[in-house]
């Protein structure tokens, strides 16, 4: 304890923001959203466009193989017309080679199929972090939508989604403010003395009374 009368004054960093927390103003926190976002659309979009190249590609090389495929055949089996046990070979490799295909069509279909799984649960992913996000905001009174948009980068977790919601400003709830027309609801213009009994009951503060006085033409 000090003897020279002065008293320790507590540290006002300390009392007034926790050590180490992130602040960011809205206007951070908005461009960082949209930058994300904006990466993220350009990357799916461009990953999409060279899918689909690749796809049509593929299935161009696929037709002039089969078509190939057909004309060597055809081929052989004009060059075994008189040879039976030939003919009933290159039938069977045919065969082979028609169910290999279907084999490898099927196996297509089913990476497309988990593709689509996959963006399903991806997408009911999303709506869950943002249920999540909605009842973190409503808990800890802040934008909802801001959060929503955040959530998305966290792995749905609430823990996640209530750790950026913390770095989040408060939302502020203004009371709805009602202009006063210095009148009563009956349609009758207040006197001096229910101004008066309104400003001393609190119904209204000094510039209120002051201007209801100035409205009938009296003095505050």
């Not at 050590?19 to 103003?25: D, H, I, L, Y």
């Not at 990466?39 to 161009?60: C, I, S």
């Not at 099927?106 to 997408?123: G, M, R, W």
């Amino acid at each position: 304890m000090p003897t020279d009368g002065t008293t320790t004054q507590p540290d006002a960093t300390l009392t007034t923001e926790k050590a180490g927390t992130p602040q960011f103003t809205q206007e951070q926190l908005d461009k960082a959203v949209r930058d994300a976002r904006t990466a993220v659309l350009a990357d799916a979009g461009r990953m999409r466009t060279e899918a689909e190249k690749a796809l049509k590609a593929a299935q161009g090389a696929q037709e002039r193989l089969t078509k190939l495929e057909k004309e060597r055949i055809d081929m052989e089996l004009e060059r075994a017309k008189d040879q039976p046990a030939e003919i009933r070979r290159i039938r069977a490799e045919q065969k082979a080679k028609e169910l290999e295909s279907k084999l490898e069509q099927a196996e297509t279909e089913l990476t497309e199929h988990k593709s689509k799984l996959t963006e399903y649960t991806q997408k009911e992913a999303e709506s869950k972090k943002q249920t999540v996000a909605q009842e973190v905001a409503t808990r800890l009174n802040v934008d909802s939508a801001t959060l929503g948009r955040l959530a998305r980068f966290t792995d749905g977790s609430a823990e996640a989604i209530e750790d950026i919601a913390k770095t989040l400003p408060k939302k502020t709830n203004t009371p709805e403010m009602k202009v006063d027309s210095g009148k009563t609801s009956g349609g009758t213009t207040q006197n001096k003395y229910q101004i008066m009994q309104d400003f001393n009951s609190g119904k209204i503060n000094a510039e209120q009374y002051a201007e209801k006085l100035k409205a009938i033409g009296e003095k505050p």
